[in-house]
């Protein structure tokens, strides 16, 4: 895992600069994967993607904040090499001028919340947030095959995160069938699964979401290239039953 450059940020709301570290670098090893495209990989951390302006507590989209400057967090190069000595000494001016600055503020579910209420939101920044509160919902079933059931206000937000998904130009009809599949659109969650010709990398999680939907099962599930899969949806199925 390697730091990326720190990039310089504007709040148009108060003028205020904050800073944003990036990564450039990182690995899956260790990671696990879920069906709601969500995942946790010790060497590659999750980034937000809605920060808090540190000045006034604004809430945006990252890219809605300006890129106004840049510097390296790290400059390396080969040992004794010389030929970037100035470039070196001006990004050590950077690193100095900044380093009073603050870091952009991390945002909560709430502020998610109240963000995708905005009424001149672009769809895409609506996308977004609307995304990042359905895993968050997902995160108290990530890890239990007992059925967790929808809040109204989830399945609304993921109601509204469909029909993002269906009018959008986004590659996502992975994550828009498994949005129909945890909405308890199992027909549409296959149809869409069946008429589309998925890559080798995306094949194995469309193979999976397609059959839970089968199974008319509507909760998120991780993603284990050694599961006996046959065997693990009658367990999930005889858990809701149960649960009934």
């Not at 990182?26 to 937000?48: E, H, K, Q, V, Y």
């Not at 900044?98 to 209420?117: F, G, H, M, V």
């Not at 080798?200 to 006996?228: F, G, T």
Request: one cysteine or more.
């Amino acid at each position: 895992m390697l730091p990326g450059p720190t990039i310089i940020r504007k709040c148009k709301a108060c003028q205020g600069l904050f800073k944003q570290r990036t990564l450039a670098s990182g690995n899956t090893f260790g990671a696990r994967f879920w069906t709601d495209g969500a995942i946790d990989a010790p060497m590659l951390p999750n980034s937000s993607l809605i920060v808090k302006c540190p000045h006034c507590e604004a809430v945006d989209f990252l890219g809605g904040f300006e890129e106004v400057d840049w510097f390296y967090t790290y400059f390396v190069t080969p040992f004794g090499d010389t030929s970037r000595d100035a470039e070196r000494e001006a990004n050590a001016q950077k690193e100095l001028y900044y380093q009073n600055t603050p870091y952009a503020l991390e945002s909560d579910p709430d502020e998610w919340r109240d963000y995708t209420r905005r009424a001149d939101l672009p769809a895409d920044s609506e996308m977004i947030g609307r995304l990042l509160l359905w895993r968050f919902g997902n995160d108290s079933r990530r890890h239990t095959d007992l059925y967790v059931p929808m809040s109204v206000d989830e399945h609304a937000n993921l109601s509204r995160l469909a029909e993002l998904f269906a009018s959008s130009d986004t590659d996502g009809a992975l994550l828009l069938a498994e949005i129909y599949r945890e909405l308890g659109r199992f027909s549409d969650a296959i149809a869409l699964l069946e008429k589309t010709e998925w890559p080798k990398s995306k094949r194995q999680a469309a193979e999976i979401i397609k059959a839970l939907a089968k199974a008319d099962d509507p909760q998120v599930c991780e993603i284990q290239e050694r599961r006996n899969w046959e065997f693990h949806i009658e367990y999930r199925r005889a858990l809701r039953r149960a649960g009934q």
